[in-house]
């Protein structure tokens, strides 16, 4: 599969404690993103990079998340002292960061629960 | 601050029919893309839309854009059940390679047997 890979799938924590995702875009994708979805909702826009560089951060990502892309392949994303208003969808999507068409493709998805 | 409105939000057809689902957009837009997304699961890219006047088609989905108006329409013709769905447009405003996306509240589309 060549598409965007997202791990894990699902993640259950307990309030305060810390989690990390990871996303894997399509190889030859320059641009990462990552969004956050709650039930009934759009996707919303957290951050994204070009190659290592994080080039813009939503005022959504608080000072508790951090997202890092070290050498312009995967990206993660971690959230520290977990909140209940945490638990959503986080989507990680990749482009080639052409211009006309480029598309974002997006993964599967991390389901976080905070409990 | 760019505000992206749909409707309806919800949409329940019988399979046959014909309909369309709006969007809005509240400022000059570089590219409009319409997504889908299955319950539970993620985003499948359908269309991105550039121009003024451009139209797309793909199946029983036709996607157009009206940057004058601010509107891009997502009209379903002869509706299947395997469309049933959530329906979301999202803009980009930035020029270049696509930056952030702006997501609308999206359309839950139910074709009815």
């Known amino acids: 599969d060549t598409g965007v890979s997202q791990n894990p799938r699902h993640k259950i924590t307990k309030r305060g404690q810390n989690v990390t995702f990871r996303c894997d875009p399509i190889?030859?994708?320059?641009?990462l993103y990552w969004y956050r979805q709650t039930l009934g909702q759009g996707p919303e826009f957290l951050t994204y990079?070009?190659?290592?560089?994080?080039?813009?951060k939503s005022r959504l990502l608080s000072d508790r998340f951090s997202a890092e892309r070290p050498k312009g392949s995967f990206s993660t994303l971690e959230i520290q002292r977990t909140e209940q208003g945490d638990s959503a969808m986080y989507l990680c999507a990749s482009s080639l960061g052409s211009g006309g068409e480029d598309t974002q493709y997006f993964g599967p998805g991390t389901r976080l629960t905070v409990l | 601050e760019l505000k992206v409105e749909q409707n309806p939000l919800f949409l329940s057809m019988q399979e046959g029919k014909n309909y369309t689902i709006y969007c809005n957009y509240s400022t000059t837009s570089d590219r409009l893309y319409w997504y889908r997304q299955d319950p539970g699961k993620s985003l499948e890219s359908l269309f991105v839309l550039l121009s003024n006047g451009a139209v797309k088609q793909e199946g029983r989905l036709m996607a157009s854009l009206d940057t004058k108006a601010r509107l891009s329409t997502l009209h379903i013709t002869a509706a299947v059940h395997d469309l049933s769905a959530t329906y979301f447009c999202a803009v980009d405003i930035t020029g270049g390679a696509t930056n952030k996306l702006i997501f609308g509240t999206g359309t839950l589309l139910a074709v009815q047997p």
């Open positions: 990079f070009q190659n290592e560089a994080q080039l813009e």
């Open positions: 190889s030859e994708h320059n641009r």
